[in-house]
């Protein structure tokens, strides 16, 4: 009698379990479907990327972009859209930047852009001096007096056996952040650095530097060389140790500029209180369109709000698209969400960032305690029949990062990530460079996983 009560309730609960999979299941391939025959995110890309373009915080594109994406929010249906004021900073490139290497030979032009905060170079005539190659930021402070008068040249090129790409972005990106405001401490008159690509090629690839508390007269000029400019230049410097460079740029840095982040939502039926994020960053930097880079986050992060809408399914929590401000330099937008988030007490239980591309989506990397992570790791078989398998530790993205708590769940779509630095802050980041079904998987997969979350909650 005793089996048999146990076989029963063996067998009841796995019906139930099963029918909650087969509902999820169900759900699950609504999103794929409503995206991949019916989706609306390529063609909020191609605007977005053409009649739009490349959007700098403070730019007037960046203003166009923050009326643009409320609007098509408000055309969703959505319970509420609304903007976010938001100071940002100012930096616009100015004439197109000019560089070359002196060799015996003659001038070898070298393609170069300034990279985003750096000052001009000085006077009429650019900036002409020898070069010191280097490897590192250490290496400049451990060189110290011999870098005077000279333009720093910084060549570690990002780590190619590392199958996880941004890895090795991080492995590099230092001396694009730190290396003219070190440099420059040492009387460098001068920082070059080669640009963050695992290809070689001549797109300069621009980003974000930082002086730190450097007076603005010790300011130094940097800018951005492309790989095949970079290997160039080192072989020249093998032969011919005091050979020159030259380069001209006359970007210029303006008071901070308002702004706003775009947000929207769905509000929630039974916990309206708690709250599920997803968003990307609308701003870009000026090279190109900002396709990859984060048009793609932006509005697979819209498609996220349309597909719950569009395949009737109506959220138990309250969530919402956040288009960010200013990512690329200063993150101002992702700090001020979660200011207010804060000051409000709004309890963010889940945020999803889509900023890696919009390459085949492969997966999600998640910040999270170790209960919820089981929890996760549950709904892995949900996302067999899509090919979606790296369910990792860690992650989560500049943006929604700034509403980690304890026990909260912060994580990112992980798209397939090869080929993404060939087209990170290029002026080859173009519309052309997303393919509009790869874009459609990660959207569906992004919604996916947020139903998940919506329906079973958070540990
Ligand atoms: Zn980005």
Redo the contacts with the bound molecule.
């Keep these: 009698m005793k089996k048999l009560f146990y076989l029963f309730v063996f067998v009841t609960t796995s019906v139930v379990f099963s029918q909650t999979d087969k509902q999820d299941s169900t759900q699950i391939k609504k999103f794929y479907n409503a995206s991949l025959l019916n989706g609306k995110s390529y063609q909020w890309l191609t605007h977005l990327t053409q009649d739009i373009g490349g959007r700098l915080s403070g730019s007037a594109n960046a203003q166009k972009a923050v009326e643009w994406g409320k609007n098509e929010l408000e055309k969703l249906g959505l319970n509420k859209v609304w903007l976010q004021p938001v100071m940002v900073p100012h930096w616009e490139r100015g004439t197109k930047e000019e560089a070359y290497i002196v060799t015996k030979k003659g001038r070898v032009t070298a393609p170069i852009c300034a990279l985003g905060g750096s000052v001009a170079t000085k006077g009429r005539n650019g900036l002409m001096a020898e070069v010191i190659e280097v490897q590192s930021v250490k290496e400049v402070e451990a060189l110290g007096e011999k870098v005077r008068g000279k333009i720093v040249f910084y060549n570690r090129p990002m780590q190619a056996d590392l199958i996880r790409t941004f890895r090795a972005y991080g492995g590099a990106v230092g001396q694009r952040f730190n290396g003219a405001r070190v440099a420059g401490k040492h009387g460098a008159v001068g920082a070059i650095v080669r640009s963050m690509n695992l290809r070689l090629d001549d797109y300069p690839h621009t980003g974000v530097m930082s002086y730190g508390d450097t007076p603005d007269a010790q300011k130094i000029p940097t800018a951005a060389i492309s790989t095949l400019a970079s290997e160039r230049l080192h072989k020249e410097l093998q032969v011919n140790p005091n050979t020159r460079f030259y380069f001209k740029q006359s970007c210029k840095t303006f008071p901070d500029a308002p702004s706003f982040n775009v947000i929207g939502e769905l509000t929630g039926s039974t916990f309206p209180d708690e709250y599920i994020v997803v968003g990307?960053?609308l701003d870009?930097w000026d090279l190109a369109e900002g396709a990859q880079?984060?048009g793609a986050?932006i509005v697979q992060s819209m498609e996220v709000l349309r597909l719950f809408k569009e395949t009737g399914y109506r959220p138990k929590r309250s969530i919402r698209v956040v288009l960010f401000m200013n990512?690329?330099n200063g993150s101002r937008g992702g700090k001020e969400y979660a200011r207010i988030a804060e000051e409000k007490k709004e309890n963010h239980i889940v945020a999803l960032e889509s900023?890696a591309g919009g390459f085949t989506p492969r997966g999600f990397g998640f910040n999270c305690n170790d209960v919820n992570y089981a929890q996760i790791l549950k709904w892995k078989p949900l996302f067999e029949p899509y090919l979606i398998h790296v369910f990792a530790r860690g992650g989560g993205g500049?943006d929604v990062g700034h509403l980690n708590t304890d026990d909260n769940v912060i994580f990112g779509l992980q798209p397939d990530s090869q080929r993404y630095f060939d087209f990170h802050h290029t002026a080859i980041d173009k519309l052309d460079a997303v393919n509009k079904r790869e874009l459609e998987l990660g959207a569906a997969t992004m919604a996916s996983m947020l139903y998940l979350f919506d329906k079973y909650g958070i540990k």
């Design positions: 990307g960053h870009s880079d984060d986050g990512e690329e900023d500049s």
